[in-house]
């Protein structure tokens, strides 16, 4: 048993953190692979509805965004209002959006681009109705509404 | 010449870690990795044409409506939402049995009409619990005929299986034209 004593007490030597620097660029570089950059700056509140049925959207370059919900600054007033890209938009806007964001995919991606509304839980229909009409005249007709999983309990 | 060239000192690399953790965690805070879910929906498209849902007979249309006030009415009989699921369901197995509903499960149709004025919440509940009713059905019918539930089915191996299970339960689900009775 002395014989596992016999260095006890002495100072460690200090531990190699050469590869360090290799571990946490690997770790860097599986970050900038695997995620996106948070590119939108959300201007309207959407608190998304729940449901049990959903299903994972396809790519991300093979969406369209479409946000609706009362405004988060309220300076803009509490009614809802419909956000692409960066900036408030109103529902005449939907048609010019699509077909210029179309217009910069290939051409074969175009039938399966679907358009992802997220929508404020306390949303009326009626305004989800006239961007659906609008899709439906660019003939934009794959829609998702963006819902997040419920936990059944 | 050559010796003194040996004589640099190695690089102190300590602090790479660092810089490197400085950008681990810029990436970390900037991206998102969440994976969007949602309902998918294929709306139809635009035509000219008037729609011709006179010829189809009223037994075989189960008509869900939700007004205004976020209320539910089926084939004119108020429900609530946790008994939709079920009552869409027996609309689609019935095959012909209960006089009121579908003949058999191909002619079936479900008809959901909204107000302007519902919440977009409560459409979701709605249009969720009839994704769930015919998801169900077929999950049944796959789970009977093949041993397996309709979302096992691998979409290259079992491509005419789905067929099957598809063309036995036709995801027929129309919408209204958009009416407003109700204020927003």
């Known amino acids: ?16 953190t050469s590869a360090l620097p290799d571990i946490v660029f690997m770790l860097l570089f599986f970050f900038m692979v695997a995620t996106k950059m948070r590119d939108k700056e959300m201007k309207v509140k959407t608190q ?20 609706v919900g009362p405004p988060l600054n309220p300076e803009f007033g509490t009614s809802p209002r419909v956000q692409l890209d960066d900036a408030f938009a109103t529902v005449d806007d939907i048609q010019q959006y699509i077909t210029l964001k179309n217009g910069e995919k290939d051409e074969k991606e175009v039938p ?42 | 010449m050559g010796s003194r060239r040996r004589d640099i000192p190695e690089i102190n690399a300590g602090s790479m870690a660092d810089i490197a953790f400085l950008l681990l965690v810029f990436f970390l805070v900037t991206t998102t990795m969440d994976i969007p879910t949602g309902l998918q929906v294929a709306l139809p498209p635009i035509s000219e044409e008037p729609p011709e849902d ?3 007979k009223k037994r075989e249309v189960l008509e869900v409506l939700v007004n205004a006030a976020d209320q539910l009415l089926v084939e004119g009989s108020p429900l609530t939402i946790d008994r939709l ?24 149709i479900v008809s959901l009409k909204n107000d302007r004025g519902t919440s977009y919440d409560m459409y979701v509940q709605v249009y969720n619990e009839l994704t769930a009713a015919y ?50």
Do not use: C, W
């Open chain 2, 85 to 108: 699921q079920q009552k869409t369901i027996d609309h689609l197995t019935n095959e012909g049995k209960d006089p009121t509903l579908s003949t058999t499960s191909t002619a079936a």
């Open chain 1, 48 to 67: 998304l509805p729940t449901a049990t049925e959903v299903e994972k959207l396809e790519k991300k370059s093979r969406l369209h965004y479409i946000f």
């Open chain 1, 112 to 153: 399966f681009m679907t358009t992802s509304l997220k929508a404020d839980k306390t949303v009326k229909m009626g305004i989800i109705t006239d961007i659906k009409q609008e899709l439906r005249q660019v003939n934009a007709l794959k829609l998702s509404y963006t819902a997040s999983k419920e936990v059944k309990d």
């Open chain 2, 54 to 56: 006179s010829k189809q």
């Open chain 2, 135 to 184: 998801n169900r059905v077929r999950d049944d019918y796959a789970m009977q005929e093949y041993g397996k539930s309709y979302k096992d089915l691998d979409p290259q191996r079992d491509k005419d299986k789905i067929k099957e299970v598809k063309k036995k339960y036709p995801r027929k689900l129309s919408e209204a034209e958009p009416v407003s009775i109700g204020s927003e």
């Open chain 1, 1 to 16: 048993m002395a014989k596992f004593k016999k260095d006890g007490g002495r100072a460690t030597p200090a531990i190699n």
